[in-house]
T-cell receptor
Framework: GESVGLHLPTLSVQEGDNSIINCAYSNSASDYFIWYKQESGKGPQFIIDIRSNMDKRQGQRVTVLLNKTVKHLSLQIAATQPGDSAVYFC????????????FGTGTQLKVEL | NAGVMQNPRHLVRRRGQEARLRCSPMKGHSHVYWYRQLPEEGLKFMVYLQKENIIDESGMPKERFSAEFPKEGPSILRIQQVVRGDSAAYFC????????????FGQGTRLTVV
């Protein structure tokens, strides 16, 4: 079946640097993408989303980029802080399916002081 | 407004026993989703329910697993005759009726089968 996958299982960055987490998806029918942050022992927390009719969306310190041509999604975190340390998941869904999400494997972000 | 509430947070069952996981959605949310997460993996969709209806159960194992969301009370995920492979974190998410809103996740129930 089609799935969402991530390239890097672990990413280590220095505090204050920018982080980039990548994700590849394969279901061309997906039209809504979300990034979640999951801290140890907790549930996924919504960070930012983007619809397929957009290629960029910005939030507070985070930016999501969508490249439909190569089916690639990225999450950029500016000025990474220790509190950003967590596992980050991309997820995709198709409109009309409620919130039935397909999640990627996840990337562990470690922020070094 | 309390978030999605799941209980228990941790559940230990012996092989062959039944596990019952509960999820109370956020106020005003009528859609509930259950996901399973194995260690160091992403969440896998199991089932999508609305009040008294199962909308999509394409991710549910064919045997031993069932889910309900009654008119009154929490949503229940039931696992009968648990096996060690059922050990995982089970997350519930809820959303309002609108299709264009995000789902909010609970803190999960960590099931350990011994």
């Amino acid at each position: 079946g089609e799935s969402v996958g991530l390239h890097l299982p672990t990413l280590s960055v220095q505090e204050g640097d920018n982080s980039i987490i990548n994700c590849a998806y394969s279901n061309s029918a997906s039209d809504y993408f979300i990034w979640y942050k999951q801290e140890s022992g907790k549930g996924p927390q919504f960070i930012i989303d983007i619809r397929s009719n957009m290629d960029k969306r910005q939030g507070q310190r985070v930016t999501v980029l969508l490249n439909k041509t190569v089916k690639h999604l990225s999450l950029q975190i500016a000025a990474t802080q220790p509190g950003d340390s967590a596992v980050y998941f991309c997820a995709e869904k198709i409109s009309g399916g409620g919130n039935k999400l397909t999640f990627g494997t996840g990337t562990q972000l470690k922020v070094e002081l | 407004n309390a978030g999605v509430m799941q209980n228990p947070r941790h559940l230990v069952r012996r092989r062959g026993q039944e596990a019952r996981l509960r999820c109370s959605p956020m106020k005003g949310h009528s859609h509930v989703y259950w996901y399973r997460q194995l260690p160091e993996e992403g969440l896998k969709f199991m089932v999508y329910l609305q009040k008294e209806n199962i909308i999509d159960e394409s991710g549910m194992p064919k045997e031993r697993f069932s889910a309900e969301f009654p008119k009154e009370g929490p949503s229940i995920l039931r696992i009968q005759q648990v096996v060690r492979g059922d050990s995982a974190a089970y997350f519930c998410a809820s959303s309002p009726p609108s299709q264009n809103t995000e789902a909010f996740f609970g803190q999960g129930t960590r099931l350990t089968v011994v």
